[in-house]
């Protein structure tokens, strides 16, 4: 049964057929890692922030925004899987939380702000496993110029200064064409300005990558740290890129980034300029810097986790003993009208809350006869600071096995 009102952050709103946030989720909300002093989280937005010292730094905007804000003023088509209750949390169908820190961009832009970063916790349905976790951090970047002769040539100075800067970093950049056919400038773009705009990106974002990871990865001439351009697709950029970095022996997803769409300025009230933006997750960085094998462990509140951290600084994590684990499986009817894995795993987070390491489909089958679908559902149960004992565990199953049944009609086989 679903409550009519759900308060969240303070307010109480109106639950209708889209309210899908959990309690689980709506805890987290109050967290704000980005902002405890020491977190690896904090730590690594800090770097970033020292490294852009000439922009507005935000971090305080709140993570409910309606959909307008998160898809429409950045142009995502009414169709975009996105907007989907199976992907997205919404608190009902006016209030959503936010799946990226994009969806400020309209009212940052809107504010004035020429040259900004916006560090905020993002929120996704998802798998859950070591490296998936529903709530995550990402810092959005932006720069707007004006399309003058003099202020190309001042954005042209800062891509010469940043030229000569990496020239003198142990760095190696597989690049891309700015533009191209299938990653094209904006029809509304003089094609030169794009070009410009996407070189001052590029340089810009390497230098970060540079201070990022030269320094950890102890990036020499035999051994170089190693960035690799990609071209990519954003409804709200164009041209638009992705970008990896070669880390302890792995490509690793950084970032996402372009030339902000002209829709997006002139919904600002922005006239005469352009510019670039990018948005870079946090979670999957400090993994690799502080060599943090678990997603999770960002949430710990356990002083083994947190005391092995202080404000600016990068250091291996050491892992301490890891409780055991333990699995159970329940094999389910689905009903007839379907039920989707990310249901499942948002049904067996709420439960179980951060006492699930993972939760896996591990088989799946329609019944030759009646062609009714079946799936296993296998969940690991671990702590992160105590040994579960079995009795807890069952009872943890047996919730989730009645839920199961109560919210979605299941069978269980
Ligand atoms: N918001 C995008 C994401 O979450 C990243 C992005 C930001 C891409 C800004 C382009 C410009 O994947």
Partial sequence: PTPSEIPVL????PADAYTNITPTIAAKLTRRLHAQDGHPIATLRGLIESHFPDYAHLSSLSPIVTPHQNFDSLSFPADHPGR??????????????????????????????ERWLLTADVYRRDEIDASHYPVFHQTEGAKIFQTDAASLEAVEEDSRRLERELAQSNIVIEDVPH???????????????????????????????????GGVAGATKEDPLRVRWIEAFFPFTSPSYEVEVFFRGKWLEILGCGVVAQPTLDRSNVVNKMGWAFGLGLERIAMVLYSIPDIRLFWSEDERFLSQFSQGKINTFKPYSKYPASYRDVS?????????????YDLVRDVAGDLVEDVAIIDRFTHPKTERQSMTVRTNFRSMDRSLVKDEVNELQAQVQSRLKEQFRVEIR
């Avoid at 303070?10 to 709103?13: I, Q, W």
């Avoid at 006016?94 to 009212?107: N, Q």
């Avoid at 389910?332 to 499942?344: A, C, R, T």
């Fill in 179 to 213: 533009l191209s056919s299938t990653n094209p400038a904006q029809s509304v773009h003089n094609p030169r300005h794009s070009e410009i705009a996407a070189k001052n990106l590029k340089l810009s974002l390497n230098s970060l990558m540079y201070t990022l990871f």
């Fill in 10 to 13: 303070g307010t109480v709103y």
């Fill in 84 to 113: 989907a209750k199976t992907d997205s949390y919404y608190i009902n169908k006016d209030y959503m939380l936010r799946t990226h820190t994009s969806a400020h961009e309209v009212d940052v832009f809107t504010s004035g702000s």
């Fill in 332 to 344: 389910l009817w689905l009903p007839s009208d379907g039920l989707h894995d990310n249901d499942v």
